[in-house]
């Protein structure tokens, strides 16, 4: 068998030119780095684009609307979804991004409604039952993505990007993408809740210095100067506004006088605004010139009301004194009771009766007492942040350490000079003794008032001799 050769004149195909072969190949390699430089340029400028967002807008929900454009826009998907848990249980669709497709596309109240569905079928932030119910309302033809919002260690939301290519990819590159979209979303949420409560406390800040202010404005600014007594008091609140109230009244153009201390039942602006209410009725009552009993019984009928809406009470003692006879009257609405140390005697006395809270309960009466005070003698009203103030190892100060330290005081602190007065050396042993049991470096949990009265020897006998 014999083979034929073909002609020496047939042309053979034309072969590839090696050149010309590489050069596509360099070609298709430079459009294909030139479309992922492009591609990471515009990553590059929407994450950045985000960045400037998160510092610059003030409004949230601005901030939060395009958390799912940025979110589809890198991870290359037909849109996405922010759901977020509320602190209520409640979830909700906050923001979407599905702009109008081609025939056949998705529809972006489509969208809505479908994942709005999917919602009110779950009852509790489960991001795991969430995405199944999501997934099931936008269709088996949908791929679906999600990731989790994290504040805190703590799941506030879903960040979702869906697509109905049918080539679609999820890839490593894109998890990492939508996560720093999620995470600069937490970083939203976390920023706006801290400057949430820091404009709270900004204006709690407000509110307290003008309820200082105001308190501070209320109590008097100096002790009366009256017949044959000399006064010292101290009103030391455990924060700016409390709820301790003392008053000095004077009856009668000061022929007579009111001495009262109060505490109502609680701390902060609350307390501050009742005891300044309490303070206007009851200076209103003084005025009418009735018995220290029927003071408290008309002071109770009128605040009943209101401290009964305000769940809150207030305690009182109440007193009147007359500077010719000496005579002390009084009626306590379950505060702690006056102390009088008697010169001839040395020796403590409480000063009570029986009476209700007021505000406790509607129609409540109040017993009167009285007693002489004579030369020497002194009288302290004060609060139970006295009595209630705890040492490092949890014993109270109590009334018995009050009676000792009042015995002593009186005993033993006598001025050397006329710049200070006896009440006021008994009022700051009485706050040191105070201090001492409770432990230095450490203050008090309670608001602390105390009211010093002395029966003056000198003053008695400078008016003794201008009524001779």
């Known amino acids: 068998m014999s083979l034929s050769l073909p002609p020496r004149n047939r042309s053979l195909p034309p072969q590839p ?40 807008f003030s409004n949230l929900n601005q901030f939060l609307e395009l958390i799912p454009l940025i979110a589809s826009r890198v991870t290359d ?63 088996a033809d949908v791929h679906l993505f999600g990731t989790s919002v994290l504040v805190k260690n703590s799941v506030r939301g879903r960040l979702y990007i869906f697509s109905r290519k049918p080539d679609y990819v999820w890839t490593d590159n894109k ?22 409560e820091l404009i709270k406390k900004e204006r709690q800040d407000r509110e ?10 209320l109590l008097p600014r100096n002790c009366p100067k009256i017949q044959g007594i000399e006064i010292s008091a101290r009103c030391s609140t455990a924060s700016r506004v409390g709820g301790d109230y003392y008053d000095f009244i004077p009856i009668q153009k000061g022929d007579r006088w009111s001495f009262v201390v109060g505490d109502v039942m609680g701390k902060g602006v609350p307390a501050g605004l009742i005891m300044t209410m309490t303070r206007g009725m009851l200076r209103a009552e003084v005025l009418n010139n009735h018995s220290p009993s029927k003071i408290l019984e008309h002071l109770n009928e009128v605040m009943y009301e209101d401290l009964e809406k305000s769940h809150r009470f207030v305690t009182m003692f109440y007193s009147e004194y007359d500077p010719e006879t000496q005579i002390l009257s009084f009626s306590n609405a379950a505060h702690t009771p006056a102390l009088h140390w008697r010169a001839k005697t040395r020796s403590v006395h409480a000063l009570d ?34 009595t209630e103030a705890a040492s490092p190892e949890g014993d109270r100060f109590d009334e018995e350490n009050l009676r000792k330290a009042l015995d002593w005081a009186c005993q033993n602190c006598f001025p050397l000079s006329d710049d200070v007065t006896r009440p006021q050396m008994i009022l700051d042993y009485i706050f040191q003794e105070v201090q001492n049991f409770i432990g230095e470096g450490h203050t008090h949990t309670d608001d602390m008032t105390l009211v010093v009265l002395h029966i003056n020897d000198k003053t008695l006998e400078q008016s003794s001799s201008k009524l001779l």
């Open 17 to 56: 030119d090696p050149d010309n072969a590489s050069v596509m190949v360099m070609k298709d390699l430079k459009d294909l780095l030139r479309r992922m430089s492009q591609d990471q340029n515009k990553i590059h400028e929407l994450l950045s684009f985000l960045g400037y967002a998160l510092r610059s």
């Open 77 to 139: 998907s037909d849109g996405g979804a922010l759901i977020l848990f509320k602190a209520s249980g409640q979830i909700r669709l906050e923001s979407l991004h599905c702009p109008e497709r081609n025939q056949g596309g998705m529809k972006a109240q489509q969208v809505r409604t479908a994942i709005e569905r999917a919602i009110q079928q779950v009852l509790t932030g489960s991001p795991t039952a969430l995405d199944e119910m999501v997934s099931r309302y936008l269709g």
């Open 353 to 386: 009766t029986m009476g209700a809270l007021i505000g406790l309960e509607a129609g409540s009466k109040y017993e009167e007492r009285s007693t002489n005070l004579n030369s020497g003698d002194v009288v302290i009203y004060y609060t139970d942040g006295f």
């Open 208 to 217: 307290m210095e003008i309820g200082a202010e105001i308190q501070r404005q």
């Open 175 to 196: 998890r990492t993408l939508m996560r720093l979209v999620a995470d600069q979303t937490s970083v939203g949420l976390e920023n706006h809740e801290l400057t949430t």
